[in-house]
């Protein structure tokens, strides 16, 4: 985050610590899509991404009163976010989810033909993209959760280890061993299975998509990763650029290519309704956090 931005948060801060509601309102309109994005990564399932996001949301307006400054206002509300998502019970994904050992044999299940059985109207760019993101989203559920979002906060947003640290609330020193233990255990498994960070190994994605369509895991007429189309064509050229880094780098940049995802649910007109329902409308829900 720039300076500029920065400043322009810690005024509306001020601003909405007075009760303000045009500054609460922008300051949740600034921070709604990283916070949204931070929990599918987490989450991989977008419905439980968006209900956290929105308990996430809330914790940040209640404690509002309580930042003092002593960090950037993002990094304060990943904060937030991490006590949220690392202490809420386990949700419908990391449920099912596999240790690399299982996902590594189910990546050689289902496997088809790669004459696709789907819809006339749905290119096949968007579809190896739903594949593509759905299946390496999924393999960060592999990782525990500590470790899932060292990774997500390090590897990923490409924090540093002082501001990571300071969102996890354990040292910098602590922040990059769990860090290094996320990357070596990421970057072993997709370079033993995935064609996309390793050449050599053959790309299955084209491969699974009847199977994922067939099963439900990719519908072709509601994609949720998949929702530009010049985006998904542009790929193989960013994927060209990606494997040109050593492996530890290839595998981070290809997380970082994933577009930023918009949620369905638009949380300003919910936090509008939200302080519609407040005694008086005073803003009274800015207490300590």
Not at 19 to 39: F, K, M, S, T, W
Not at 123 to 151: P, Q, S
């Amino acid at each position: 985050m720039d300076n500029k931005l920065g400043q322009e948060l810690n005024t509306l801060v001020a601003v909405a610590k007075k009760g303000d509601r045009e500054a609460l309102e922008a300051l949740v309109r600034a921070v709604q899509r990283d916070v949204y994005n931070l929990a599918v990564r987490f989450l991989w399932h977008t419905q439980d991404a968006e209900d956290a996001t929105q308990e996430i949301l809330i914790r940040v307006i209640t404690g509002l009163a309580g930042f003092e400054g002593n960090s950037s206002f993002r990094t304060w509300v990943y904060r937030v976010a991490s006590n949220a998502l690392l202490t809420q019970g386990k949700k419908r994904m990391e449920q099912a989810a596999m240790s690399f050992e299982e996902f590594g044999a189910a990546l050689g299940d289902g496997l088809s033909d790669p004459a696709l059985s789907v819809p006339d109207d749905v290119a096949e760019e968007l579809l190896l993209e739903e594949v593509k993101i759905g299946c390496t989203h999924a393999m960060l559920l592999c990782l525990d959760r500590d470790h899932r979002f060292a990774y997500i906060l390090g590897a990923i947003l490409d924090l540093d280890h002082v501001e990571g640290a300071e969102i996890l609330e354990i040292t910098p020193a602590a922040f990059r061993k769990r860090l290094s233990r996320a990357n070596e255990r990421i970057t072993s498994f997709m370079t033993a299975h995935c064609g996309l960070v390793e050449p050599d190994n053959p790309c299955r994605c084209k491969l699974r998509i009847n199977c994922a369509v067939e099963r439900g895991h990719v519908r072709p007429k509601e994609l949720v990763f998949a929702h530009s189309l010049p985006q998904a064509r542009r790929f193989p050229e960013v994927l060209s650029t990606i494997r040109q880094l050593e492996d530890s780098r290839r595998v981070a940049a290809l997380y970082r290519s994933h577009p930023e995802l918009e949620s369905s649910t638009p949380f300003i007109p919910w936090l509008s309704k939200l302080l519609d329902e407040m005694p008086d409308s005073n803003l009274s829900i800015l207490g300590p956090r």
